[in-house]
């Protein structure tokens, strides 16, 4: 059974930093397109980063210049680096990827998501 699993949540005071892990498990034989996104209480669910395969990023601006994503793609794992950590950035954080589980056949996964609380 293909699922993701994040890690790396927690409190923290604004100012700090956070890595957020998430490791996609199970029988894939490859990884494209990775992502988080973040819902904060009583809002939509919106993206935070995504990357290619490639390395090719993309970052919202609420985050852009703190907040890095990167990936390991031997081991199906992205990473999200958070600095300078706002209040703002309190929401509940998902891991997304497209996972081939064969040659013909891929599709995206969510992981139940990580915890990030940033104390004022």
């Known amino acids: 059974q293909v699922q993701l699993v994040e890690s790396g949540g927690g409190l923290v005071q604004a100012g700090g930093s956070l890595r957020l892990s998430c490791a996609a498990s199970?029988?894939?034989?490859?990884?494209?397109?990775m992502g988080w996104y973040r819902q904060a209480p009583g809002k939509q669910r919106e993206l935070v980063a995504t990357?290619?395969?490639?390395?090719?990023?993309n970052t919202a601006d609420s985050v852009k210049g703190r907040f890095t994503i990167s990936r390991d793609n031997a081991k199906n794992t992205v990473y999200l680096q958070m600095n300078s950590l706002k209040p703002d950035d309190t929401a509940v954080y998902y891991c997304n990827a497209d996972l081939w589980t064969d040659i013909s056949s891929h599709m995206r996964y969510w992981g139940k998501g990580t915890l990030v609380t940033v104390s004022s």
């Open positions: 199970g029988s894939i034989v490859r990884s494209d397109d």
């Open positions: 990357i290619t395969r490639g390395g090719s990023t």
